[in-house]
T-cell receptor, first 113, second 115 residues
Framework: AQSVTQPDIHITVSEGASLELRCNYS??????LFWYVQSPGQGLQLLLK??????LVQGIKGFEAEFKRSQSSFNLRKPSVHWSDAAEYFC???????????FGAGTRLFVKA | DADVTQTPRNRITKTGKRIMLECSQT?????MYWYRQDPGLGLRLIYY???????NKGEISDGYSVSRQAQAKFSLSLESAIPNQTALYFC??????????????FGEGSRLTVL
């Protein structure tokens, strides 16, 4: 069965520091992978997605993610965090040819001054 | 105005009451979804619809029903609300299957509290 694991429930980083949010997935074939962000009181917004090609994908707001098949991972990174990045981040997987998205439990990011 | 609009945004109700959450969209997408968000569990799919005549159960459909009144409208009903249905509910749309790279577009959520 497909599943998504985000090992960190919450992470605190200082403003200006680098960020990496972890995501591991379980899927029998090449997955379609997504990162969404949920700002307080808002719905989810797509940051980036991967389904083929270059394993390093660029997204909005300066985020990037790298697909590593050997590690079944799709970690999200940002070189320098801004206070406005404080939010909850969800990794998700979609099945090839399918129609459902499976979400991880989310990682809440806190940014300290 | 938001592309995906949910009403109400907040609702407090009592056990046993019937509740309807409404969703309307202006994106012109055929596919619509209802998700439930609980802390530590992420989002779980309740129901999804690919067009007005096509409605399907998701992973946690028990205790819920839906109606697709038009391409742009998709409502979620709780016939007899219970406290463990207290959650944040999201409506979402997409213009293609998730497995072919389709992005989900979310409403701002409806927070439901059942006392």
């Amino acid at each position: 069965a497909q599943s998504v694991t985000q090992p960190d429930i919450h992470i605190t980083v200082s403003e200006g520091a680098s960020l990496e949010l972890r995501c591991n997935y379980s899927y029998g074939a090449t997955p379609y992978l997504f990162w969404y962000v949920q700002s307080p009181g808002q719905g989810l917004q797509l940051l980036l997605k991967y389904f083929s090609g270059d394993t390093l994908v660029q997204g909005i707001k300066g985020f990037e993610a790298e697909f590593k098949r050997s590690q079944s991972s799709f970690n999200l990174r940002k070189p320098s965090v801004h206070w406005s990045d404080a939010a909850e981040y969800f990794c998700a997987v979609g099945a090839a040819g399918g129609f459902k998205t499976i979400f991880g439990a989310g990682t809440r990011l806190f940014v300290k001054a | 105005d938001a592309d995906v609009t949910q009403t109400p945004r907040n609702r407090i109700t009592k056990t046993g009451k019937r509740i309807m959450l409404e969703c309307s969209q202006t994106k012109g997408h055929d596919r619509m979804y209802w998700y439930r968000q609980d802390p530590g569990l992420g989002l779980r799919l309740i129901y999804y619809s690919f067009d007005v005549k096509d409605i399907n159960k998701g992973e946690i459909s028990d205790g819920y029903s839906v109606s697709r009144q038009a391409q742009a409208k998709f409502s979620l009903s709780l016939e007899s609300a219970i406290p463990n249905q207290t959650a944040l509910y999201f409506c979402a749309t997409s213009d293609q299957g998730q497995g072919v790279g389709g992005e989900l577009f979310f409403g701002e959520g409806s927070r439901l509290t059942v006392l």
